[in-house]
């Protein structure tokens, strides 16, 4: 049985009567939307089993094993000729010269931060809704992370408030195109070319999104990815830095490489380097797997991008729920995650927490996504480092100051009220994006007795 069959035998099975029409196609998409059932949590029998969606990461034993296996044997496992071919794909997917790889996102955006000579002393504004590795590449450089806060209905970094926050110290932008969504580049571009400032992308959950038809990563000075495991391309660990300068991705190659020269072999013992330097290379194992899973994410960006579309319409009627948007300039929306705003009051004041345990008992993969992250210890900490103390004033490492200085309202409501549909959901099919519809609308139906 194939994949699809499968999937539509266990949703048939799971359903009852409604599956079965829903599957069998006797049901038209907006009366599916709109049958009732009994919410998994009251005791109605759940939409999905965690069989239902795509497993993540995919791997397709006939297509994907050979250039894996052929790598192994070969015994060449340092990098060499397939991370070669993996960065000029890279490059070319994202439409920039060049592509190098390092061993994870991480190291991706403190390389790029460090080889723009952004460090001590300097401040880099970024949004406060992100991940946390975007913060402590920063504070890995002995910058200053400050936080803009952020555009409510989009997610991403607002542009007003960015250029509000800049000051002397600041040097560099790291925008974040969060959820595998584009931020507000033109505005943000245009800030940072009247200010003179670098602008990094953070694009480690953005494969493939597009503003104005570029891919980000491509627009700013220097975007940086994420392979690892969750990500649109996964290899388990794995990142890449991209850009159109060609001797900062040389000096990224040679801080990749114990300072050895772009173009020297990787295998040398006793090189000359020319540069203080950290070892972080991708192997030509993760290459390989990389490769196999770069020939599906074309597709899979649009399916992702289709479904969200069509279950944005649908969710947007229904009181109280508000999908994420996009600026009127994406193209494209890698939808890492599917995210929208829940209202408690219009649910008869059912808490987030209640309405994600109603998701998942109808086995829908989802949660209520970042904390408030940039008042947690790990700043205190870089602050209370003798580098820190040594390049900036004790008013600017007051910690509770710089909480003030650093609030973000907009984000911390977002905090509160977020719900993400987790990445693989959006490879179901279009009667999955009903199906996602119709429970909510039964959750708010029935939202007293939850
Ligand atoms: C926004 C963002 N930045 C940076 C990273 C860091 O990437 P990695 O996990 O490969 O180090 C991630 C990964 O989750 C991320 O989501």
Redesign the pocket.
């Given at each position: 049985m194939g994949h699809t069959s499968r999937r539509e035998f266990i949703r048939q099975g799971s359903l009852g009567t409604a599956g079965i029409l829903f599957a069998s196609g006797l049901i038209n998409s907006s009366f599916a939307s709109s049958v009732s059932r009994t919410p998994a949590i009251l005791g109605g029998s759940p939409m999905w089993t965690a069989a239902s969606w795509v497993k993540w990461p995919m791997w397709v034993q006939s297509e994907d094993e050979k250039v894996l296996l052929d790598s192994i044997r070969s015994g060449v496992w340092s990098r060499a000729k397939l991370v070669d071919e993996f960065e000029s794909k890279w490059a070319a997917t994202i439409g920039t010269k060049r592509c190098l790889t390092v061993s994870?996102?991480?190291n991706a955006?403190i390389t790029a931060i460090n080889r723009f000579d952004i460090g001590a002393g300097d401040e880099v504004i970024t949004t406060p809704y992100?991940?946390i590795?975007?913060v402590q590449a920063i504070l890995a450089n002995n910058a200053m992370p400050v936080f803009a806060d952020i555009d409510p209905a989009t997610y991403q970094i607002d542009p007003v408030k960015l250029e509000s926050k800049i000051t002397k110290r600041t040097k560099a932008i790291l925008v974040?195109h969060?959820l595998g969504l584009p931020a507000d580049m033109d505005k943000i571009m245009s800030i940072a070319r009247k200010h003179n400032l670098i602008v990094i992308e953070?694009a480690?959950?953005a494969h493939l999104a597009e503003y104005d038809n570029k891919r980000v990563g491509s627009i700013g000075d220097a975007g940086c990815f994420?392979?690892?495991n969750s990500k649109n391309l996964p290899i388990g660990?794995g990142?890449a830095i991209v850009s159109n300068n060609e001797k900062f991705i040389d000096d990224c190659f040679a801080a990749h490489n114990l300072g050895y020269a772009y173009g020297t072999s990787t295998g040398a013992v006793a090189g000359d380097s020319f540069m203080k330097a950290s070892k972080i290379r991708l192997t030509e194992y993760a290459a390989a797997i990389g490769l196999a899973q770069l020939k599906r994410v074309e597709e899979q960006t649009k399916t992702r991008h289709e479904n969200a579309k069509y279950l944005s319409s649908m969710l947007k009627e229904i009181d109280g729920i508000t999908p994420i948007k996009l600026y009127d300039k994406v193209t494209q929306g890698a939808y890492h995650l599917y995210s929208f705003r829940y209202d408690a009051a219009k649910f008869k004041g059912l808490s987030r927490a209640k309405f994600l345990e109603a998701l998942r008992k109808e086995g829908l993969p989802c949660s209520g996504g970042y904390k408030v992250m940039h008042t947690q210890a790990f700043m205190q900490d870089a602050f209370n480092s003798r580098v820190y103390k040594s390049f900036y004033s004790r008013k600017m490492l007051d910690f509770e100051d710089y909480k003030q200085r650093n609030n973000c309202p907009e984000n911390e409501h977002l905090c509160n009220d977020a719900v993400w549909l987790l990445q693989n959901v959006l490879l179901g099919s279009r009667q999955d994006m009903e199906g996602i519809a119709t429970v909510i609308k039964n959750i708010s139906k029935n939202a007293d007795k939850i």
């Open positions: 994870n996102g991480t955006l992100t991940f590795a975007s974040v969060i953070d480690c959950q994420s392979f690892q660990e990142g």
